[in-house]
């Protein structure tokens, strides 16, 4: 009964909310795009991933000669050690025949005395490394020997009984990118039927082990996100060969073959270094199929024995482990890091709008300070590319169907986390009292991502309308309410923090603005050209700026500088923006998922906006990259911007066209303004200018409200 009731509380306060939203929407973009955009939304929230079913399995057929790749300077080394099964090997190296990585490869091939045809047969395959070995000496000999052929930087070992998917192994090398400090990468094995083998191992503390949510559904969110494990199974692991060499191969105390895995993954840690599970590497694995799964007979029997080897080696590494019988779940995987939840209206689109780029940038840096970071969506959907994104960031990301609602999440979770952070006020009100019923340890931070009510209210003045005023007062107590109801408030600029300091004197307030990495330097002044806007057309300061400027400021500047133009860039724009594209130097580009071109090669980015609230992800995310900004007083609020210095500022339709010309044909004050914009990003809105912030907010050790 009382999880129904929280339920029918939660559902009526999203309804209420998202009817609330729905209406104001509705007077400001107008009912089609309010509409079109709700449907969006809606079939997002109603797609749900299908079930796991079979991967890319290539039929097998009877050996005839065909090429694999070769590279003269390859990357990686793949080394698949044999012992007879030609048409496993067969089947095996016609996917990586058919599907090959993109990262220069040699395959290599150690045969370990087969019985059958195979040296007959792979001597015929072209590009080929077939290397016999000279007696039969099982597993971890022929690895060892394939490594001591291998010339790539990186020797990836793969099971003979395998199917690597499309992508495997250039997600797998990718990973020693992202990671740094990775000492070894292993892949998501699943069986052919495609329920998952293992999403990396487990080890306890007798030496046991186990794979991680074995027979279960390879995209559920446990299994999908890259996590540092306690080992990966050779049937598709990567590692530097220096380091392989170096640890000195497998050890050959475990031979022929069991457990050298699970050894392997300690030697990585013990020299430093950390053992990483790949979700996006996907290998199919017909485990069993060489060597059988009895242990108490043939070669599996090694793997009782090897276990008692392994346990004696590393008994004191063991001591950290978790007890035997503990069952394996993000929450006891995680047990030793600060695990903190995220809730936001929809998944983080960094490319399209500056409040995504924020979050998932504080998410990057709450990973940097060691913790565990889970994240939802309210709707609970499933954003192709987004989420994938943010679970190669090492973020665990739950969605539907596996999600059923945030209430029985919240049940089902609450206990993990030390701070919660929900962003946005209409997320934030239906959630507050599910956290404090179940999650009562959590420090709630309510993120606003910028003052809606102050947002609504300017843009109510802006254009005279009384109901959009009555709208914002409205917004204005809710938002009071969940900020009185949180722990902790975050807004984006000091100008906000003001406000706030006289409307609810009682909230505990702190800054935490946009965040960007700074980028490279683009062209020099005299190879760049033309103006540029950024902003996301849901958002409708964006649009009445864009028409503002091509009707009262464009026409201005190109009266004397005739060929200018305007590069609109932004996802969703409406009529009235769309209809400007290729009217008097006027290029409206839409979505650009790549936007760094247009930063390195324009001349002066441009924001017009004439009301708002918050920081402007525009002006930071052009000066991040040196682009110096002209701009109205609105949109460099509370940014420590200086006008003249660090950027050019003009209220009027003429103060701001003067201020293009100016910019335009003046190369010394272009690179004063762009160096001095890059140190304002550097100094007020990296990460590193955050992190102190971050830490007090989500680590400092406080009491949550009653």
């Not at 022929?142 to 930087?153: M, P, Q, S, T, W």
Request: charge should be neutral.
């Amino acid at each position: 009964m009382p999880m129904l009731l929280d339920d029918a509380r939660f559902l009526f306060t999203r309804a209420a909310s998202t009817l609330r939203r729905l209406l104001a929407s509705a007077r400001t973009r107008g009912v089609a795009p309010t509409a079109r955009r709700a449907w969006e939304r809606l079939s997002g929230r109603l797609t749900r991933p299908p079930p796991a079913e079979p991967r890319w399995l290539p039929a097998s057929a009877p050996f005839a000669p065909f090429s694999v790749p070769c590279a003269a300077t390859p990357r990686a080394s793949i080394v698949i050690p044999v012992y007879g099964q030609l048409q496993m090997t067969v089947d095996c190296l016609r996917a990586l025949a058919a599907r090959p990585p993109q990262v220069p490869v040699e395959i290599i091939v150690v045969d370990d005395g087969s019985p059958d045809d195979t040296a007959a047969c792979l001597k015929q395959v072209d590009g080929l490394h077939y290397h016999l070995r000279a007696r039969n000496g099982g597993f971890i000999a022929a690895c060892n020997d394939g490594a001591a052929l291998a010339r790539g930087e990186y020797v990836v070992f793969l099971n003979n009984d395998t199917l690597p998917q499309p992508g495997w192994l250039d997600a797998l090398l990718e990973t020693f990118a992202q990671y740094p400090g990775t000492g070894l990468a292993g892949a998501k094995l699943v069986y052919p039927d495609g329920r998952l083998q293992e999403a990396g191992g487990v080890v306890f503390a007798d030496g046991s082990r186990c794979g991680y949510g074995r027979h279960g559904n390879p995209d559920d969110p446990p299994y999908a996100y890259v996590r540092e494990v306690d080992d990966c199974s050779r049937a598709a692991i990567a590692l530097p060969r220096d380091l392989f060499i170096a640890i000195g191969g497998f050890d050959t105390r475990y031979a022929p073959a069991y457990y050298e895995d699970t050894d392997l993954a300690f030697a990585v840690r013990a020299a430093g270094y950390k053992v990483i599970y790949q979700p996006a590497a996907v290998v199919v694995h017909r485990e069993g199929a060489t060597a059988g799964t009895d242990t108490g007979s043939g070669i599996k029997a090694y793997q009782v024995r090897n276990a008692v080897i392994f346990a004696e080696k590393w008994r004191q590494a063991l001591v950290a482990q978790p007890t035997p019988g503990t069952v394996p779940s993000p929450s006891t995987l995680h047990a030793g890091q600060r695990q903190l939840l995220i809730v936001d209206s929809m998944t983080p689109s960094p490319d399209r709008d500056s409040a995504s780029l924020r979050l998932v940038n504080l998410i990057a840096l709450l990973k940097e300070e060691g913790s565990h970071v889970c994240f939802v969506a309210s709707d609970l959907a499933r954003t192709p590319g987004y989420t994938e994104a943010l679970q190669r960031m090492g973020v665990e990301v739950w969605y539907a169907p596996f999600a059923k609602a945030l209430p029985r999440l919240l049940q089902q979770h609450g206990h993990r986390f030390s701070a919660v952070m929900l962003c946005r006020h209409y997320v934030a009100d239906a959630l507050i009292p599910l956290l404090r019923r179940h999650g009562p340890q959590a420090r709630i931070v309510f993120d606003t991502v910028d003052l809606h009510y102050l947002r609504e209210q300017r843009g109510a003045e802006a254009s005279g309308d009384a109901v959009m005023l009555r709208q914002s007062q409205a917004t204005r107590a809710r938002e009071l309410a969940v900020m009185a109801a949180s722990d902790t408030t975050l807004v984006v600029s000091p100008v906000e923090r003001e406000a706030l300091a006289l409307a609810a004197p009682q909230v505990q307030v702190e800054i935490l603005s946009n965040l960007h990495r700074l980028g490279e330097p683009g062209l020099p002044f005299a190879e760049r050209a033309d103006l540029l806007f950024v902003g996301g057309f849901h958002h409708p300061p964006n649009v009445d700026a864009v028409v503002w400027f091509a009707a009262e400021i464009l026409p201005r500047v190109r009266a004397q500088l005739p060929q200018l133009r305007l590069h609109v860039v932004g996802v969703d724009p409406p009529p009235q923006v769309a209809r400007l594209h290729g009217r008097d130097g006027v290029l409206v580009h839409g979505h650009v998922p790549d936007l760094q071109p247009l930063l390195d090669g324009s001349r002066i980015a441009v924001a017009p906006l004439r009301y708002g609230a918050g920081v402007k992800g525009k002006v930071n995310q052009a000066m991040a990259h040196g682009l110096p900004v002209v701009a109205t007083p609105m949109a460099v609020e509370g940014m420590h911007l200086a006008d003249g210095r660090d950027v050019l500022v003009g209220e009027s339709a003429q103060a701001f066209a003067d201020a293009i010309v100016r910019l335009h044909d003046d190369a010394a004050l272009w690179d004063t303004l762009a160096a001095h914009g890059l140190d304002n990003v550097r100094r007020h809105f990296s990460l590193e200018a955050a992190r102190e912030t971050v830490r007090r907010v989500f680590f400092d050790a406080a009491t949550p409200s009653a």
